[in-house]
C-alpha cells in the first residue's frame, strides 16, 4: 500500500520561503514522476512543479525562477523549495506520485502567504 506523507507547509509572509516535502512508501518500484500541484478556492488543481526519474523538471510559468523541485531517490521523497512567496501562491498544496504507470496523491498541506 503506497503511502504519501506532506510536511512544510504553514503560514509566511509576501517575500519569505518555505521548503514542502513529501516521502513515499510501500512500493519497491520506481517513482516514475513525482510532482507537487496546488489548489485555491473556487480554483481548478493546477500543476507546480514535476520531475521525472531522469531528473527532468517542468514548473508553472508562475513560480518559474521562484520555486525548486528536487528528489531523493534513496529516500523516496520530492522537495519543494519555494522562495519569495507571493500572496497568490496561497493554496493547499497536493504531492502526487506515479508508479506503474498508476497515480497516487497525497492528503495536501496548506501553505498561506499574507502579512
Do not use: H
Not at 520561503?17 to 520506481?30: D, E, F, K, N, P
Amino acid at each position: 500500500q503506497v503511502q504519501l506523507a506532506e510536511s512544510g507547509g504553514g503560514l509566511v509572509q509576501p517575500g519569505g520561503s518555505l521548503r514542502l516535502s513529501c516521502a513515499t512508501s510501500g512500493s519497491i518500484y520506481s517513482r516514475t514522476f513525482m510532482g507537487w500541484y496546488r489548489q485555491s478556492p473556487g480554483k481548478q488543481r493546477e500543476l507546480v512543479a514535476g520531475i521525472f526519474s531522469g531528473g527532468k523538471t517542468n514548473y508553472a510559468e508562475s513560480v518559474q525562477g521562484r520555486f525548486t523541485i528536487s528528489r531523493d531517490n534513496a529516500k523516496n521523497t520530492v522537495y519543494l523549495q519555494m522562495n519569495s512567496l507571493k500572496p497568490e501562491d496561497t493554496a493547499v498544496y497536493y504531492c502526487k506520485v506515479v508508479i506503474a504507470i498508476r497515480d497516487y496523491w497525497g492528503q495536501g498541506t496548506q501553505v498561506t502567504v499574507s502579512s
